[in-house]
């Protein structure tokens, strides 16, 4: 946690006029962006004392090591930079709506020559009308269908349109009358063009021409006694009016506006637009945000703003932007939005009439869209609960597994073989629960036996902890006199603390933490699952045999195909690919692997960095680093006399004697080689502690040799 005051600015360097200021982490990362009128009164509030600031702002300026900043000319350009920051650097503190979905537009191909009607979602693209958006890709299907019946403008792919040209042969579409069939010459480019483009102005809400144009032509059909043309024109004209329905008005003046309404509290806030064109309803989406830092109302309206119109510009920007409060100052907001549009935009808050209560459906919506977010985080636990349902069904169990730990075993190709303990309690991982081994009962590559010393030891001292709290009745104690838990290898806490050696440990003090509770090691699981198959399940079944517990299920999950071993069971137990339960299983096994590979690698590395300093016992980092340094090397340190150690700061005569025996008894390294040049380097230069990064390599050392890494 950095203290703000170490690279608070001096006084008079911040300027007192508009810009953008950046806060950077100590890896230089941005964290936040912001802009101001004046910097100057701007960034002093974030300097002010800590027990001030609220919560999310004091975790903002203690994250950060550094503050930077742009001078700009006006709070529009501000603005603008600020947005353009924000995209580009991603800042974790800064509002940042997520999409619920990605929303569904009507989109008219209008850059070809043969333009196509289709769903389309993403990036908008260059010479596209766009209508929209939509809550619902099949909402937009059911309104083209109906429309094709008036406006048959070409709705198939490239492809199909090719093959149909080559062919000679329209596609369906265009034998029922919904496509006007371009591909096979039936109407001219020209023609299809100007039909999508009424279509276009029909979905723009200029419909009372094409309606008008239609009626007088059926009257005319009607009139010449051409009753079937009468009646499809009829048919046509039922067809506009019902998709017109789907969209009705909502302000009676044709109006083009967004709606924006914000539902919030301590926590989270949902952002609702409706687009409103020609006076309906054309579009609606959503988003939900935290509240990352402490924000009004009308902030949270401004950046809604930025993510809206940040990218659009043109008639996509509407005359007209009501919203539930105002940004603070609104001038250079207004103005940014008038810039984007080309034209002047209006940006107000709707005091009463039919776009007040317009504003308050919109806000109804945000506070429902803000209750289903919170819904949706809470319906995890029936999913878990499904999930452990699932397991138990699976499994024949006779009740769901709260508790399931899962093992795994890495190492490289034999070489630092540990193993791994994950916790997952209600579906959910215990990380504080989590535990590593190292296996040291044997030497060399064999899970399956790694797996069964893992197994035993973790539940011996289960065992050992319900001894020592009286559960055992008389004779049921299945741990004979001299057994010890942690014979045969060693074990330690997830949070790193230090590895307690093979030496025998009185129970009563190693199965209770500081405060005499308890540890968390001791409580059992209803499940046990290892990374495997059935050699790795049967030995783990077989561990739990020779200790005598028969109250906790054992499966296994394969990684080749997904399945399921049982013990004694000839064959897997395949559950349904798209199974919560199976879900949780791969988490569960992902998990144990994760952590297991992340042990092995940590303890491979510390190897192959490891000197003969780090042998004597008692000595630290620090004073190993004072060594080195007085000395210069390893070799020179192991030619000193015990008086001349005695000459470093912090190094008593006990301690040198012990060093000096330490080394004494080590052997000398091996010859070091330039790899790339092959030639063999005197150990007479400077020297830190073996394997650091400035080491050259000893012939034949461990990093040199590859293999696959389990």
Same mark, same amino acid.
């Given at each position: 946690m950095a203290d703000p005051s170490s690279y608070r600015p001096k006084p008079g360097q911040i300027p007192d006029s508009p810009g953008v200021y950046r806060f950077r982490d100590e890896h230089r990362r941005v964290i936040y962006v912001g802009k101001a009128k004046s910097l100057r009164q701007r960034l002093a509030n974030y300097f002010q004392d800590l027990a001030g600031l609220h919560p999310r702002t004091r975790s903002m300026v203690t994250t950060a090591a550094?503050?930077?900043?742009?001078?700009?000319?006006?709070?529009?350009?501000?603005?603008?930079?600020?947005?353009?920051?924000?995209?580009?650097?991603?800042?974790?503190?800064?509002?940042?709506?997520?999409?619920?979905?990605?929303?569904?537009?009507?989109?008219?191909?209008?850059?070809?020559?043969?333009?196509?009607?289709?769903?389309?979602?993403?990036?908008?693209?260059?010479?596209?009308?766009?209508?929209?958006?939509?809550?619902?890709?099949?909402?937009?299907?059911?309104?083209?269908?109906?429309?094709?019946?008036?406006?048959?403008?070409?709705?198939?792919?490239?492809?199909?349109?090719?093959?149909?040209?080559?062919?000679?042969?329209?596609?369906?579409?265009?034998?029922i009358g919904k496509c006007s069939a371009p591909c096979v010459g039936r109407i001219s480019p020209d023609d299809h063009w100007e039909l999508a483009d009424e279509f276009c102005d029909f979905m723009a809400g200029r419909t009372g021409t094409h309606l008008r144009r239609l009626e007088k032509q059926m009257t005319q059909a009607a009139e010449e006694m051409e009753y079937e043309r009468a009646a499809r024109l009829r048919d046509d004209i039922e067809?506009?009016?019902?998709?017109?329905?789907?969209? *009705?008005?909502?302000?009676?003046? *044709?109006?083009?506006?967004?709606?924006? *309404?914000?539902?919030?509290?301590?926590?989270?806030?949902?952002?609702?637009?409706?687009?409103?064109?020609?006076?309906?309803?054309?579009?609606?989406?959503?988003?939900?945000?935290?509240?990352?830092?402490?924000?009004?109302?009308?902030?949270?309206?401004?950046?809604?703003?930025?993510?809206?119109?940040?990218?659009?510009?043109?008639?996509?920007?509407?005359?007209?932007?009501?919203?539930?409060?105002?940004?603070?100052?609104?001038?250079?907001?207004?103005?940014?939005?008038?810039?984007?549009?080309?034209?002047?935009?209006?940006?107000?808050?709707?005091?009463?009439?039919?776009?007040?209560?317009?504003?308050?459906?919109?806000?109804?919506?945000?506070?429902?869209?803000?209750?289903?977010?919170?819904t949706k985080r809470a319906s995890d636990l029936t999913t878990r609960s499904r999930a452990l349902e699932e397991i138990a069904e699976a499994l024949e169990l006779d009740s769901a597994p709260l508790r399931i730990e899962c093992y795994d075993i890495s190492h490289l190709q034999g070489d630092d073989v540990v193993a791994s303990m994950v916790v997952f309690e209600d579906g959910l991982a215990r990380k504080s629960e989590y535990r590593r081994f190292q296996i040291k009962g044997f030497e060399g590559q064999d899970d399956v036996r790694s797996m069964h010393e893992v197994i035993t030891r973790r539940f011996r001292r289960y065992l050992a902890e319900k001894e020592r709290t009286g559960e055992w009745t008389d004779g049921d104690n299945p741990l004979t006199e001299g057994d010890n838990p942690l014979v045969g290898g060693t074990v330690a806490p997830a949070d790193g603390t230090a590895l307690t050696d093979g030496t025998e440990v009185p129970l009563a003090s190693s199965l209770k933490d500081d405060e005499g509770r308890p540890k968390r090691f001791a409580y059992p699981p209803q499940l046990v699952v290892v990374d495997g198959g059935q050699p790795q399940v049967a030995a783990a079944q077989r561990a739990l045999d020779d200790l005598g517990i028969d109250d906790i299920a054992v499966c296994g999950l394969a990684k080749r195909l997904e399945e399921v071993w049982l013990p004694h069971d000839d064959d897997p137990v395949v559950l349904p690919r798209t199974s919560e339960g199976l879900y949780l299983l791969q988490r569960v096994r992902d998990e144990a692997h994760r952590f297991a590979i992340t042990y092995q690698r940590t303890k491979r590395a510390k190897r192959f960095r490891a000197g003969p300093l780090d042998d004597v016992p008692g000595l630290g980092e620090t004073r190993k680093q004072a060594?080195?340094?007085?000395? $210069?090397?390893?070799?020179?340190?192991?030619?000193?006399?015990?008086?001349?150690?005695?000459?470093?700061?912090?190094?008593?005569?006990?301690?040198?004697?012990?060093?000096?025996?330490?080394? *004494?008894?080590?052997?000398?390294?091996?010859?070091?080689?330039?790899?790339?040049?092959?030639?063999?380097?005197?150990?007479?230069?400077?020297?830190?502690?073996?394997?650091?990064?400035?080491?050259?390599?000893?012939? $034949?050392?461990?990093?040199?040799r590859r293999g696959q890494e389990t």
């Open positions: 550094s503050v930077e900043w742009t001078v700009v000319s006006t709070e529009v350009e501000a603005l603008q930079l600020e947005y353009s920051w924000i995209k580009e650097y991603d800042p974790r503190f800064n509002v940042k709506y997520r999409d619920d979905k990605s929303y569904p537009y009507l989109a008219v191909t209008m850059n070809e020559e043969f333009p196509r009607v289709q769903v389309m979602r993403g990036h908008k693209k260059k010479g596209v009308k766009y209508f929209g958006p939509y809550a619902h890709a099949w909402a937009i299907r059911d309104t083209v269908d109906l429309l094709l019946r008036v406006f048959p403008v070409r709705t198939c792919s490239t492809g199909v349109f090719k093959n149909a040209a080559r062919t000679g042969r329209p596609c369906l579409l265009g034998y067809a506009l009016k019902k998709a017109m329905e789907k969209n *009705a008005v909502v302000l009676a003046d *044709a109006t083009d506006a967004d709606l924006i *309404a914000v539902a919030e509290d301590e926590l989270e806030a949902a952002v609702q637009i409706f687009h409103v064109r020609g006076g309906r309803v054309r579009g609606q989406r959503g988003w939900v945000t935290d509240k990352v830092e402490e924000i009004t109302t009308g902030a949270l309206v401004e950046h809604a703003l930025q993510q809206l119109y940040g990218e659009e510009t043109g008639d996509a920007v509407p005359k007209e932007v009501l919203v539930p409060a105002l940004p603070d100052p609104v001038e250079p907001v207004q103005e940014w939005l008038t810039g984007r549009r080309g034209s002047g935009v209006s940006l107000r808050i709707p005091q009463r009439g039919d776009k007040r209560a317009l504003m308050e459906t919109v806000e109804r919506n945000a506070q429902q869209a803000l209750v289903l977010h919170k060594l080195i340094k007085h000395f $210069g090397s390893v070799k020179k340190l192991r030619s000193a006399t015990i008086d001349q150690i005695c000459e470093v700061p912090g190094i008593g005569r006990k301690t040198a004697e012990t060093i000096a025996a330490a080394l *004494a008894q080590a052997a000398p390294p091996a010859p070091a080689v330039n790899t790339a040049t092959g030639e063999i380097i005197d150990d007479e230069g400077p020297e830190t502690t073996a394997g650091s990064p400035g080491d050259p390599v000893t012939a $034949g050392a461990p990093e040199e």
